[in-house]
């Protein structure tokens, strides 16, 4: 089972930046959509951002301009990132990393929490 690691949550203040990555292992998420869902309490799971295998990036609305996805593929090791700058108390969620292969299978990473507050 393909896995996803996440970390770099935390509490931070509004204004400050925080910094995700997701660990993929295993080449076969270099050719995999990569993507940040987040879910706050009593929400859905919503798509923040993702990235294709070639590049191309799509945003929530709400964090264009704050949130940049980047990924390394490294071979075997591949990791990709979710840089959050201005951060707002809105954000609070627990982040979570996908893959979606071209098979449609999915993987998820067990998550991490975000919390925006003063």
């Known amino acids: 089972q393909p896995q996803l690691v996440e970390s770099g949550g935390g509490l931070v203040q509004p204004g400050g930046s925080l910094r995700l990555s997701c660990a993929a292992s295993?080449?076969?998420?270099?050719?995999?959509?990569m993507g940040w869902y987040r879910q706050a309490p009593g929400n859905q799971r919503e798509l923040v951002a993702t990235?294709?295998?070639?590049?191309?990036?799509?945003?929530l609305s709400s964090v264009k301009g704050r949130f940049t996805i980047s990924r390394d593929n490294m071979g075997y090791k591949n990791t990709v990132y979710l840089q959050m700058n201005n951060l707002k108390p809105e954000d609070t969620a627990v982040y979570y990393c996908?893959?979606?292969?071209?098979?449609?299978?999915?993987?998820w990473g067990q998550g991490t929490q975000v919390t925006v507050s003063s």
């Open positions: 996908n893959a979606a292969f071209t098979s449609g299978d999915r993987s």
């Open positions: 295993g080449s076969i998420f270099r050719l995999a959509t």
């Open positions: 990235i294709t295998s070639s590049g191309s990036r799509t945003y």
